[in-house]
Nanobody, 121 residues
Framework: QVQLVQSGGGLVQPGGSLRLSCAASGSIFSIYTMGWYRQAPGRQRELVAGITSGGSTNYLISVKGRFTISRDNAKNTVYLQMNSLKPEDTAVYYC???????????????WGQGTQVTVSS
């Protein structure tokens, strides 16, 4: 019903920048929150950044001041601009969208396919 397609990511040197994008499509009635999670090997998935429909944002403390989340409501797309990247940012990054598919339907969570971000010299 709802599909998320991620783009961006890859290999970057420490101090570099990357931009992730995630476009949602399908039977979307209303999008509430959008966000980015990451999971490094042997670690639990963690919330990196989130943004509400009103534009309020929250960040993992270790990325605050380096990462910026934004959304384009007209395109149902969320972005993550990552600057001053560090080796500890290396992980698979997943986008998350919480949305409803109808006027009377409950909101559900949908996930992107994941994209690898590797920060290494």
């Amino acid at each position: 019903q709802v599909q998320l397609v991620q783009s961006g990511g890859g290999l970057v040197q420490p101090g570099g920048s990357l931009r992730l994008s995630c476009a949602a499509s399908g039977s979307i009635f209303s999008i509430y929150t959008m966000g980015w999670y990451r999971q490094a090997p042997g670690r639990q998935r963690e919330l990196v950044a989130g943004i509400t429909s009103g534009g309020s944002t929250n960040y993992l403390i270790s990325v605050k001041g380096r990462f910026t989340i934004s959304r384009d409501n007209a395109k149902n797309t969320v972005y993550l601009q990552m600057n001053s990247l560090k080796p500890e940012d290396t992980a698979v990054y997943y986008c998350n969208v919480r949305c409803s598919t109808g006027y009377d339907s409950d909101a559900d969570d949908y996930w992107g396919q994941g994209t690898q971000v590797t920060v290494s010299s």
